[in-house]
Nanobody, 131 residues
Framework: QVRLVESGGGSVQAGGSLRLSCAAGEYYYSIYGVNAMAWFRQAPGKEREAVAA??????????ADPVKDRFTVSRDNGAGKTTVYLQMNNLQPEDTAMYYCAADGPAFGGAWWHASQYNFWGQGTQVTVSS
């Protein structure tokens, strides 16, 4: 079982930035390192949607169209612990949502954008952007 701990949400004005973190803990990489970790978001009354994903092993990142060129996903495997980050710049009101970290997703080349492909989820962190 993998416990994902998210942090970094908050409230900002349009054009501002936030950085989300998702700690997967020790040994995650050794067991699940070839699979994707991702960020999803869900706004009230809307379906959960993919934001970005990263393959922890090679660091390749992938983005949904609405966030390309504004968000950056990265990872750190230092000291045997895996943490994934989502740097969000130029935030807009439409980015307001609960953001979820997901782990043990599809292997490289798989459908990283499908929530059903992930086996572990964090509790979510709220991001609110005001105009």
């Amino acid at each position: 079982q993998v416990r994902l701990v998210e942090s970094g949400g908050g409230s900002v004005q349009a054009g501002g930035s936030l950085r989300l973190s998702c700690a997967a803990g020790e040994y995650y990489y050794s067991i699940y390192g070839v699979n994707a970790m991702a960020w999803f978001r869900q706004a009230p009354g809307k379906e959960r949607e993919a934001v970005a994903a990263i393959y922890v092993g090679n660091g390749n990142g992938y983005y949904a169209d609405p966030v390309k060129d504004r968000f950056t996903v990265s990872r750190d495997n230092g000291a045997g612990k895996t943490t994934v980050y989502l740097q969000m710049n130029n935030l807009q009101p439409e980015d307001t949502a609960m953001y979820y970290c997901a782990a043990d997703g599809p292997a490289f080349g798989g459908a990283w954008w499908h929530a059903s492909q992930y086996n572990f989820w964090g509790q979510g962190t709220q991001v609110t952007v005001s105009s």
